[in-house]
Each structure stands twice: as C-alpha cells, then as structure tokens.
C-alpha cells in the first residue's frame, strides 16, 4: 500500500523558517516526480515546488509571491523528501501536501499525481 506522510508543519512567526518532510512507502520512487502542493484557507490546492527523483531537477511555482528563492525542495535519503520554507509570511499560511507522479515531463498540476498525503498544516502568524 502506498503511503506518502508529511511531518513538520506547525505554528511560527512572520520570517521564521519551518522543515517539512515526506516520507513515501509501499514502493519504488525512483521513476516518480515527487512534489510540495499547498492549500490556503478558500483557495484551489496549488503547485509549490517538486523534485524528479531519478535526475534530482527540481521546479518551483512562479506566482505571486513566489515561492523560489525561499523554498527548497531535496531529498533526504532514500524515500523521503522535504521542504526547507525560510522567511515565511502570512501568505504561506496553508495546509501543505506532498504528492508523487509518473507522468513524464515537469508536473505543475493536481490532477497530474498519482499519490498524496494528508496534508500538514503551516501557520504563519504575523
């Protein structure tokens, strides 16, 4: 059974930094893109940053105030992969996904993953 679980989130203050983690079981994810979804309060679950686990590329969302530049996505040893947010502010408040996909290419959109977490929730309190 697949399993992706995301750890980490929590409460911290405006310019703070947080580290969230997946771990991703039941299978091989070397052929897998794996990626960081985020959900805010009223709002579409939206692409953040992913990863192509074979190739270590990695691909960040390029909206607002984006999130490149301040957010890291790598993997951290053989089935997990993390999220480094650092200066966060109010507009990260969300509850944040990990997701895996086979589909080839660079993979920005929901419907493109195969597999998800439950979600782990960042607040930013300013």
């Known amino acids: 059974q697949v399993k992706l679980v995301e750890s980490g989130g929590g409460l911290v203050q405006a310019g703070g930094s947080l580290r969230l983690s997946c771990a991703a079981s039941?299978?091989?994810?070397?052929?897998?893109?794996m990626a960081w979804f985020r959900q805010a309060p009223g709002q579409e679950r939206a692409f953040v940053a992913a990863?192509?686990?074979?190739?270590?590329?990695?691909?960040?969302a390029d909206y607002g105030s984006s999130v490149k530049g301040r957010f890291a996505i790598s993997r951290d040893g053989e089935n997990t992969v993390s999220l480094q947010m650092n200066s966060l502010n109010s507009e990260d408040t969300a509850v944040y996904y990990c997701?895996?996909?086979?589909?080839?290419?660079?993979?920005?959109?929901?419907?493109?993953?195969?597999?998800w977490g439950q979600g782990t929730q960042v607040t930013v309190s300013s």
């Open positions: 997701a895996a996909g086979l589909l080839p290419g660079v993979l920005t959109r929901e419907g493109e993953y195969d597999y």
């Open positions: 990863t192509k686990w074979a190739s270590s590329n990695v691909y960040y």
């Open positions: 039941g299978r091989s994810f070397t052929s897998y893109t």
